[in-house]
């Protein structure tokens, strides 16, 4: 799994770059203990949570659109079989557009405001 994200990295970071509580080393050590999951193949990866209340979340997503919309199918299936009956993901405005995402069901609902201060 380690070997995964190294292989994925510039696209990791970059998404990590939007996320506001955690950087390389916190990706790395989630994955090491196990709290966070890692699908991917050679052009795509993505990296899931589950939460307290046992829901999928999708944190990072790198690769190609495809690619990354059938690892979350995989994901999906492999947390369905544990009992998860929730998905979550968090994205830029414009996962809202892309190919595939209200055809693979998701629904947006809530919208993320940032200030700089």
């Known amino acids: 799994m380690i070997e995964a994200l190294y292989h994925h990295r510039e696209g990791l970071e970059k998404a990590l770059a939007h996320d506001i509580d955690n950087e ?67 994205g830029r405005r414009g996962w809202g557009r892309a190919q595939g995402i209200k055809e693979d069901g998701w629904t947006p609902t809530v919208t993320h405001f940032t200030k700089e201060i």
């Open 24 to 90: 390389w080393r916190d990706l790395l050590w989630k994955v090491a203990q196990g709290s966070a999951q890692v699908l991917s193949t050679d052009t795509s990866c993505i990296v899931t949570q589950l939460t307290r209340k046992n829901e999928l979340v999708f944190w990072l997503a790198t690769g190609e659109l495809e690619e990354v919309l059938e690892l979350s199918r995989d994901a999906q299936a492999k947390a369905k079989a544990l009992g998860v009956t929730k998905a979550h993901f968090i």
